[in-house]
């Protein structure tokens, strides 16, 4: 006992008669040794000892994760329609059509902005009691001109028939001159006017012809003279009766005549004309 006390006292003295830096390697050195036993005596344990399994714990990290939308909940991305390209069998634009300048419906309201085309200077023909008082030109028939009978420039003027062409079937005659004057005029008109350069749609100098009845009368100044006449009858004529137009274009009277006729009757779409004609003569009184 002594023995082992004295060995422990000397074993102090040495240690404090170390230096600082050789205690602090003693120690490190002894712990190490301590440890060494230690792990020995873990691993190689006992029959009653249990298995000891180090496992190493795996973080789990929190994060934010942004769930990728389904179909159902996607936002929609906006489908932009393109303007179609026109196609090689599309129907094209038609080109604007210029809008028609508005016709004229009054031979009034023609004359008063116009007058009368020009030539008109043959004759004047007067019927009071249809309000006409209206200018006559006259249109040669027959020889160089042919056997057509034109018709009157505008819906404000009449044409004498000059038929001295024709002198040997008797037709016609001078206004005073003791045959039968034929005269016409447009009962309506719905057409372009070349010399006032504007429409015309409507009623003509003869619109109210088929009005007239026994003894009205008729006026024309000619050649300085006021000729008057009266009705003595009046017809609707078959535009295409030859044989009744003979008759009325003879100048074998006993008086001295006029005749006057214009349209009447149904109007034939397909040859853009009337089928009658309303037939007036009157005799010098």
């Keep these: ?42 691993l190689a344990g006992g029959s009653n000892s249990p298995d000891v399994i180090a496992t190493t714990p795996t973080a789990v990290v929190a994060t934010s994760v942004t769930p990728t939308p389904t179909p159902d909940d996607a936002t929609p991305t906006p489908t932009v ?24 419906t009054s031979i009034d309201e023609l004359v008063s902005q116009f007058g009368h085309p020009p030539g008109y200077n043959f004759a004047r023909i007067r019927i009071p009691l249809l309000g006409v008082d209206a200018p006559v030109g006259a249109s040669v028939v027959g020889g160089e001109n042919g056997a057509v009978m034109d018709v009157p420039e505008g819906p404000a003027t009449v044409f004498w028939y000059d038929l001295s062409a024709w002198e040997e079937f008797g037709f016609g005659g001078a206004p005073g001159g003791g045959r039968n004057a034929i005269f016409s005029g447009h009962v309506d008109l719905a057409s372009y006017i070349p010399y006032a350069d504007v429409n015309y749609r409507g009623p003509a100098v003869f619109s109210d012809l088929d009005q007239l009845t026994q003894g009205d009368r008729i006026i024309v ?39 006057l006729y214009t349209c009447g009757g149904e109007f034939n779409f397909a040859e853009a004309s009337y089928i009658d004609r309303i037939v007036v003569r009157a005799e010098r009184v």
Excluded at 29 to 42: D, N, R
Excluded at 88 to 100: K, L
Excluded at 236 to 257: H, K, L, M, P
């Design 1 to 42: 006992m002594e023995r082992l006390q004295d060995a422990a006292r000397s074993v102090v003295a040495w240690w404090n008669g170390q230096q600082l830096l050789v205690r602090g390697g003693l120690l490190g050195g002894l712990g190490l040794a301590i440890g060494a036993v230690v792990a020995t005596v873990v």
């Design 81 to 104: 329609q393109a303007t179609p390209e026109p196609t090689g069998t599309g129907t094209a634009t038609p080109e604007p059509t210029a809008t028609p300048e508005p016709a004229i």
């Design 221 to 259: 100044e000619v050649d300085g003279q006021s000729l008057e006449y009266a009705v003595v009858w009046k017809e609707q004529v078959d535009a295409g009766n030859s044989t009744r137009w003979g008759e009325i274009w003879s100048g074998d009277v006993a008086v001295d005549s006029i005749t």
